[in-house]
């Protein structure tokens, strides 16, 4: 399996951004896709996931600025990213989880910088 993420990249305090995650590979099975972040210093965290049924989660920080949404035809994850802050400024990972056997896979990570 393998994910390409793109779509980071530096943006002014309240800019937007998207980014892009594309699964290849064996991926049959796909039931939860997801952003993380890891800012410099800091352990990485969950900002939003999606299951194959739609159903969404997001960390408290970015609810109402971020948007998650996949296109499974295209096994694609997307993050919308808007209002952003200088604290949002992280590289952000995008991973899959696959059912039954819950095993999990990552991108590459993508850096985003929010800086004026």
Known sequence: ???QASGGGLVQPGGSLRLSCAASGSIFGINVMGWYRQAAGKQRELVASITSGGSTN????????????RDNAR???????SSLKPEDTAVYYCN?????????YWGQGTQVTVSS
């Open 1 to 3: 399996v393998q994910l």
């Open 58 to 69: 997001y960390a408290d920080p970015v609810k109402g600025r971020l948007t998650i949404s």
């Open 75 to 81: 096994n694609t994850v997307y993050l919308q990213m």
């Open 96 to 104: 899959v989880e696959f059912q039954p056997s819950r095993r999990v």
